[in-house]
């Protein structure tokens, strides 16, 4: 049994089917239907189930089933909002501020060389390969966005930078007063976000600073179940064998159904 709803199969079938039409896929000419291709996407994004397996499973060789699983992925991924469009739904919903959050997407080892030699997919903070995926999410740390995949070497702030993404959050800021909270990974752009005061090197805080700090990292820790909500839920973000460039459509499609299952956007 798929934990699924039938009704979000169903929904990917129709994506999948819309997409046969566009292309002009003759009747019968594909190994799978789309419901049955639904279903063996489905499997791979919530229980990981291996390609190799897919394609035992379908009956089909498994060039198909990467091709039928890429598919799968891209059509889902195009339904994802672009930035503004999820900055001004949230403004127009009257949410009382946005949490922004990098996740790491675990990859498999690969050697992509970067600067001094060093290989940009190594996060070492994490001690592990993968890709960096910024997530903005409500108050109650239900997730509205999801970026692009950027280098698991680069910083948050970097990677937020880089999309766009601080400048875009400090203008929702000064235009609708929705401001967004930080960890201390975004320190360099506290202009722009609402974060912890740091500890002096040689210092200590001050009793309102310390209050502060507390204050915002309760409000602000709920946020961080946005990530948590994805890689639990998926178990396709845990560990992604496939190029980690792709990393970026994942995370888009795993987000959209996410929303299809739980029937919530903003």
């Not at 090197?201 to 204050?215: H, I, S, V, W, Y």
Request: hydrophobic content about 40%; overall charge positive; some cysteine.
């Amino acid at each position: 049994m798929l934990d699924v709803r039938r009704e979000t199969v169903l929904h990917l079938a129709h994506l999948l089917r819309q997409r046969r039409r566009r292309v002009g896929t003759r009747k019968n000419r594909r190994a799978l239907g789309c419901f049955k291709q639904a279903v063996m996407v489905l499997r791979w994004f919530l229980d990981g189930t291996r390609v190799k397996q897919l394609s035992r499973d379908n009956n089909i060789g498994r060039s198909t089933a990467y091709r039928l699983l890429h598919e799968g992925v891209d059509v889902l991924a195009a339904q994802a909002p672009d930035l503004q469009t999820a900055l001004e739904r949230a403004a127009e919903a009257g949410l009382t501020h946005l949490n922004l959050d990098g996740t790491l997407i675990y990859t498999d080892r690969i050697s992509t060389p970067g600067p001094k030699g060093a290989d940009l997919y190594w996060s070492g903070k994490h001690r592990h390969h993968g890709g960096n995926v910024q997530v903005i999410s409500a108050p109650d740390g239900w997730p509205i966005w999801v970026s692009a995949v950027r280098p698991g070497r680069e910083h948050d702030l970097t990677c937020a930078r880089t999309h766009g993404l601080a400048e875009a959050l400090s203008r929702t800021a000064t235009e609708t007063a929705l401001i967004t909270l930080t960890d201390l990974g975004y320190e360099g752009a506290r202009e722009m976000f609402r974060m912890p005061f740091k500890k002096p090197k040689d210092g200590r805080l001050t009793e309102p600073q310390r209050a502060f700090n507390q204050l915002l990292r309760g409000v602000h820790g709920v946020g961080e179940w946005a990530n948590t909500l994805l890689m639990t839920t998926f178990k396709a973000l845990r560990r992604v064998s496939l190029d980690p460039s792709r990393i970026t459509q994942i995370a888009a499609a795993a987000f959209v159904l996410l929303q299809l299952e739980h029937g919530r956007t903003v």
